[in-house]
């Protein structure tokens, strides 16, 4: 069997190449948001819920939605839960809102343990 003898070029070329793909593959297995409704940072009639699209399927245990309003204070008492036919989607039923700002929190577990984390708001005429 006949060895190849890279050059240090090379060699330096293959090494930046596998850490690169090692990296690409690790920042695909975190889960995140693709889109929301309400979408961040629109004014809108109130909305029955908020919906936030992810990357990866969500580990249900471990992901959540929190609705604050202005003040800070939960503005919404119920449960988040992750969308029974595709796990991507989470759902966070609301009250009547009033008009203001709300700030939306979330956690989002993939179902491979990666966490991410995120926040945005929108606005209620």
């Known amino acids: 069997m006949k060895l190849i003898n890279?050059?240090?070029?090379?060699?330096?070329?293959?090494?930046?190449g596998a850490a690169a793909l090692m990296l690409a593959s690790t920042a695909f297995a975190h889960a995140h948001l693709v889109s929301s409704e309400p979408a961040a940072n629109t004014e809108v009639a109130a909305p029955a819920e908020v919906t936030i699209h992810?990357?990866?399927?969500?580990?249900?245990?471990?992901?959540?939605?929190?609705?604050?309003d202005a003040k800070g204070?939960?503005?919404?008492?119920?449960?988040?839960?992750?969308?029974?036919?595709?796990?991507?989607?989470?759902?966070?039923?609301?009250?009547q809102?009033?008009?203001?700002r709300y700030a939306v929190h979330w956690?989002?577990?993939?179902?491979?343990?990666?966490?991410t984390q995120g926040d945005f708001a929108f606005t209620v005429k």
């Open 97 to 100: 809102l009033g008009a203001g």
């Open 73 to 95: 204070k939960t503005a919404a008492p119920a449960a988040s839960q992750v969308d029974k036919q595709d796990a991507r989607v989470m759902h966070l039923p609301l009250p």
């Open 6 to 16: 890279l050059s240090r070029p090379a060699r330096l070329s293959s090494a930046f």
């Open 54 to 68: 992810f990357t990866e399927p969500l580990e249900p245990a471990f992901s959540k939605i929190v609705l604050d």
């Open 107 to 115: 956690i989002a577990v993939a179902t491979d343990g990666h966490r």
